[in-house]
């Protein structure tokens, strides 16, 4: 096992990290579950206490987990099992949910995340054995998750009632401390790119598990026969809202700023904690709101479990990425003026109804949207690795990092240059007989593997130019414009022009 590149290329979510995130699935159903019950049940602030600490538990899990496998991603044997064994201790989590919401009950929750950091140490040991560069970080790491899992252990049998709140607060704090402490000795080599997709995905499963929420609520409406327009209201503001969410998250890419100001992905990461509560919150406010049970709780406190976890979405969004972005999107005044007013709308929900409030609350995310992009004119801003739209008025300065790896077709490789005949599109058109021999022709490491353009011609060999691409349309002609001819091989890249209105 050893580290991989920071900047490797085309750094993706592996399959077996996908199937990893499968497990927290079920686990933040769990969880978010059991929130809807304390809210229906009229318990909402005794009910958010426990959502929070063991969203923390199936958090802090996936987290670590993610930034090990960004820096680690060795797929062998070993490290498929232990993998396996962590999503093991997610079920078992999972499993415990209702016994810590209902009685306060953690001891399968923590059984569950025992099993998870425990299985996370071996990977941590392993990884000190193999990376000779990385052991002081790798060892740092496994004594301090498998100390601070100690401190849970005790915790949890010594500490009750009045304390337990006050010792969870505090083994948080450690648990949070171990990774500050284990990068000061030689940081470990995640992958930018790599977390902000991790991130994205996980955003995308709590997203899931509101939809699927909030149509537990229909569901349970459907069977009742107590489908109005309330429920049809509710349910297709909550899609909205969800849809104007998701839009929001993904609007700043995050990959550049991680790349850039790595130093400060502490602040990215873990702040990613509120944001993704929130998003459960969210599910759960609907999966309640859409029920007809509904009407038998306060219409204010109702809509606070909606609006209350978008507008604490949209804050800590801001919050988080405004420290790694050079130019946030959000800006200050939209999304403090939004939370404002999410703060203040669950107030009218006696005189509007509990319903009109979910729908203004979808209405606020979408302006927020409206107004981000008229501020910032970016609508969907295109990722790292992503070509964004071109506007009428846009410069088209680039230039195409085309290389001569392979045979340029505009360019007769020969002593005499001669002039040459446009061929079919994507084609190779026959071209002069040659005047002189070869002209000696290196770019890099790659000189060796130009063939002659005549060949090419009299095989019939396409090139493999991307659309718009002129450079088969202007050949370099003439023996006396060698120094043309020197400038295009010492760039190394050929000019590439915008594409006509005819271009195919």
Known sequence: MTAR????????????????DLTFVVAVAAVTAELAHEIEAGHAVDGLVPFLQVFFAIWWAWMNFTWFASSYAIDDVPYRLLTMVQ??????????????????????????????????????????????????TALRYAGGIAFAQLGWILGLVLAGGALQLPVFLLLVLLELVVPLWAERTHPTTWHPHHIAER?????????????????????????????????????????????????????????????????????????????????????????????????????????????????????????????????PVLRPRVVLGSVAVLAGLPLLAEQVTAPAVVAL????AVVVIVLTGIGSGSWVVAGDDEAALVGEDDRLDAVAETEFEQDPGDVRLHGGLADEQLGRDLGV????????????????????????VDALAAAGEPLDHPPGHLGGEQGVAGVDHLDRLDQVLGRGVLQQEPAGPGAE
Do not use: C, K
């Open 199 to 327: 991130y994205g995905l996980f955003a995308i499963i709590l997203l899931g598990e509101s939809v699927l929420a909030a149509t537990r609520g229909v569901q349970v409406a459907v069977t009742r026969g107590d489908v109005n327009g309330s429920v049809v209201l509710i349910a297709a503001s909550g899609l909205v809202l969800l849809f104007a969410l998701w839009w929001l998250y993904f609007l700043q890419p995050a990959a550049g700023g991680l790349s850039e100001r790595r130093e400060r992905s502490y602040r990215w990461g873990y702040g990613h904690y509120g944001i993704f509560a929130a998003l459960a919150a969210v599910g759960a406010g609907l999966e309640v709101a859409v029920q007809p049970s509904s009407h038998e709780l306060s219409p204010i406190l109702l809509s606070y479990t909606v609006a209350g976890p978008a507008g604490a979405f949209l804050l800590l969004l801001w919050a988080v990425h405004r420290p790694i972005v050079t130019t």
């Open 5 to 20: 590149a920071i900047d490797e290329p085309h750094r993706t979510a592996s399959p077996l990290e996908l199937l990893f």
């Open 361 to 364: 609350t979808a209405l606020v």
């Open 87 to 136: 999503m093991g201790g997610v079920l078992v989590l999972a499993a415990g949910v209702p016994a810590a919401a209902a009685d306060g009950d953690y001891r399968a929750v923590l059984l569950g995340y025992l099993i998870m950091r425990v299985a996370l140490v071996a990977q941590w040991v392993r990884a000190a054995l193999e990376d000779q560069a990385g052991r002081r």
């Open 429 to 452: 058109g026959e071209a002069a007989r040659d005047q002189a021999q070869d002209l000696p022709f290196a770019l890099g490491q790659v000189g060796h593997q130009v063939r002659p």
